[in-house]
């Protein structure tokens, strides 16, 4: 069922209430071709690549067609060479820096992965009043349209092509449901949490939702969505759906197939944000590099009766079982923050010394 719009904002403004290995040889099936100009990468939106297409290794070897690579690529064969080819990686560092400098500015969408700090940062990129957000989003948690969650009423299982992101001219947009294309003409983040942690707050606040009422009639369909393996399921549900469009992304449980479709995911991913990392002054960069100047807060915690009978009724172990999938990625990803990080102070040099030169022929 699919909500009209009335019955959709009820359910956002309910929600709003309440919510205040080693991957060389995996391919995007959804990235843009993207071609370099004399100044910028220009976007050809190709939707998808020919299914016979050989996966490429994400070797040094890939160096040579890098002026053919989309974004996506980029970011995965960087990642790739920080993790196994340093030397290759440092030949090519220039490459990679003038890049992600291309991408600074761009139009953004970032995945809210629920009880990870999107409500903190949607308020921060609110108060700071620098990025432009729809009325829609303005009125609701950064999202817009399908981008409003699953798990809390949203019922609308439309994927969100390129071809309407390409329509709207939001700075800043926040997706609370799962991943869809990478489109060619915006910069992508997620925002992640420690997994069990996540696992029970969202739980927690899904509970203390259901007490007050809503949800009636999908309470268990959901709480299985909400407290299981939910940033694999949000990575790698939607190729899952391309390739049979009879999967019901409502209901898909992800397997260890699943798990490396969600890394290599986030190898292509332009950022990736973990608030509670211990690298703050990394953080910081990050975060000017989406235009937002200062530190996120935290606005959104959980609590109330939902979350007590549910801490009484399970066990930090039964978590862990249940979110393994997770677990694991999120150690992958954070090995990735810590990469990302010291990719970050080379682009932070190169940006300060192109602004010195260009202060010198001033």
């Not at 009820?10 to 060389?24: D, G, K, T």
């Not at 983040?189 to 739980?203: D, F, G, Q, W, Y």
């Not at 049979?244 to 409502?250: F, L, Y």
Request: with cysteine; proline share 3%; net charge positive.
């Amino acid at each position: 069922m699919i909500f009209s719009r009335t019955s959709h904002n009820s359910a956002a403004l309910i929600c709003i209430a309440l919510l205040n290995v080693y991957l060389f040889y995996f391919y995007s099936p959804t990235a843009e071709i993207e071609t370099k100009g004399s100044l910028t990468r220009v976007a050809t939106n190709i939707k998808s690549f020919p299914s016979n297409n050989v996966p490429p290794k994400y070797t040094c070897d890939m160096m040579k067609s890098f002026d053919t690579l989309s974004y996506p690529q980029i970011n995965h064969l960087r990642r790739s060479l920080m993790m196994h080819d340093a030397k290759c990686y440092k030949k090519h560092i220039s490459k990679f820096v003038n890049a992600f400098e291309e991408r600074i500015g761009l139009q953004h969408i970032m995945l809210h992965i629920p009880k990870a700090g999107g409500t903190s940062v949607c308020r921060q990129v609110k108060k700071e009043n620098k990025l432009s957000l729809s009325k829609e989003a303005r009125e609701e948690n950064c999202w817009k349209d399908s981008f409003c969650p699953l798990w809390c009423g949203c019922t609308s299982v439309k994927p969100t092509t390129c071809s309407k992101i390409e329509q709207w001219d939001e700075d800043f947009l926040m997706n609370e449901n799962y991943l869809d294309d990478f489109c060619a003409d915006r910069s992508y983040s997620v925002l992640i949490r420690e997994p069990v942690k996540r696992a029970m707050s969202h739980t927690n606040h899904f509970l203390d939702f259901v007490n007050k009422g809503h949800m009636k009639g999908t309470k268990n369909m959901l709480l299985s969505l909400v407290q299981a393996n939910y940033l694999t399921w949000s990575l790698s549900v939607y190729p899952a759906f391309k390739k049979d469009k009879s999967v019901d992304v409502r209901h898909y449980e992800p397997s260890e197939k699943d798990l490396i479709i969600a890394k290599r995911r986030l190898m292509q991913m332009d950022y990736i944000l973990d608030l509670s990392h211990e690298n703050t002054s990394c953080r910081a960069k990050l975060l000017r590099y989406l235009k937002i100047e200062n530190e996120i807060g935290h606005d959104n915690s959980a609590g109330g009766g939902g979350g007590s009978s549910y801490t009484k009724d399970f066990h930090k172990s039964h978590l862990k079982s249940m979110n393994a999938l997770d677990i694991e990625l999120y150690e992958y990803a954070t090995r990735l923050i810590d990469m990302d990080c010291s990719f970050y102070e080379i682009v932070g040099t190169e940006i300060t010394s192109k602004e010195q030169q260009t202060k010198t022929l001033l």
